[in-house]
């Protein structure tokens, strides 16, 4: 069985920063990526940035403001917000291509963690 549990959520204000934990636990080989949607409400779920052996991918929209980092030792990654805006207020989801064997991966999502930006 594997998980992940998000942490770090809040409120904050304007311009103001929040940092968020994901750590995977369970059986697992590797994680080849590691990432973080998030949701708004009334919206599509979108990524909002991704870290694999290629390196870090971000949207357009927190390009210059948010950091994606992972500890690999502890199977954690990190999303670093800064400049934070009203539109970031959204649900956030963990994501991560975990490889439990040589022959199984499978996607999975942590349950989400709310961040609401506002005054």
């Known amino acids: 069985q594997v998980q992940l549990v998000e942490s770090g959520g809040g409120l904050v204000q304007p311009g103001g920063s929040l940092r968020l934990s994901c750590a995977a636990s369970?059986?697992?080989?590797?994680?080849?990526?590691m990432g973080w949607y998030r949701q708004a409400p009334g919206k599509e779920r979108e990524l909002v940035a991704s870290?694999?052996?290629?390196?870090?991918n971000y949207a357009d929209s927190v390009k210059g403001r948010f950091t994606i980092s992972r500890d690999n030792a502890k199977n954690t990654v990190y999303l670093q917000m800064s400049s934070l805006k009203a539109e970031d207020t959204a649900v956030y989801y963990c994501?991560?291509?975990?490889?439990?064997?040589?022959?199984?991966?499978?996607?999975?999502w942590g349950q989400g963690t709310q961040v609401t930006v506002s005054t």
């Open positions: 870290s694999s052996g290629v390196g870090p």
């Open positions: 369970g059986s697992i080989r590797s994680i080849p990526l």
């Open positions: 994501n991560a291509l975990i490889q439990r064997s040589l022959i199984s991966s499978n996607w999975y």
